[in-house]
T-cell receptor
């Protein structure tokens, strides 16, 4: 049981390039989340999903898109990267009907946009 | 809108001390509160989850309390060790915000040998 995994661990992009971050969970969780963590700003929710085929905007969705084609995977896309998107990105998952359960986090992806 | 505050932002203690980390939140309409640990450059590890109907939870040397009416939680660490050095984050699952986790900024703990 690997829990929540994220790919890649590190990435450097040039301004304007695109990339996709992959999150995978093997706990059969319904809910999945993407956060970014910045110094002095704490953890902020980007997008989330309450089940396969669903997505919703979080607190800071601009410049990002997401897809949840399979229950176990949640993809975060940057279409045209900007230096302001330099951050550490965390994926998390939660069991369905799971508002009373623990939320599990992945190890993070450190992204630098130059 | 729910806001979560953790004070102090940083704490340094000698090894062996018992210590308390504080978390306060502005809206008592929560499902639960979760304490996490984050080591430098790593992800968040869940330490304790307290449901809104509970007063405390214990795991080993850790004890977390919850006073929903006053909007406060504390994380008590007994007999601290250098390996406890990390950033500790609390987060509340807010009823009025669709059950989203709302995080504090964290307390950076350093335990000196």
């Amino acid at each position: 049981n690997a829990g929540v995994t994220q790919t890649p661990k590190f990435r450097v992009l040039k301004t304007g390039q695109s990339m996709t971050l992959l999150c995978a969970q093997d706990m059969n969780h319904e809910y999945m989340y993407w956060y970014r963590q910045d110094p002095g700003m704490g953890l902020r929710l980007i997008h989330y999903s309450v089940g396969e085929g669903t997505t919703a905007k979080g607190e800071v969705p601009d410049g990002y898109n997401v897809s949840r084609l399979k229950k176990q995977n949640f993809l975060l896309g940057l279409e045209s990267a900007a230096p302001s998107q330099t951050s550490v990105y965390f994926c998390a998952s939660l069991a369905g009907g799971g508002l009373f359960y623990e939320q599990y986090f992945g190890p993070g992806t450190r992204l630098t946009v130059t | 809108k729910q806001e979560v505050t953790q004070i102090p932002a940083a704490l340094s203690v000698p090894e062996g001390e018992n210590l308390v980390l504080n978390c306060s939140f502005t809206d008592s309409a929560i499902y639960n509160l979760q304490w996490f640990r984050q080591d430098p450059g790593k992800g968040l590890t869940s330490l304790l989850l307290i449901q809104s109907s509970q007063r405390e939870q214990t795991s080993g040397r850790l004890n977390a309390s919850l006073d929903k009416s006053s909007g406060r939680s504390t994380l008590y660490i007994a007999a601290s060790q250098p390996g406890d050095s990390a950033t500790y984050l609390c987060a509340v699952r807010a009823i009025d915000q669709g059950g989203k986790l709302i995080f504090g900024q964290g307390t950076e703990l350093s335990v000196k040998p």
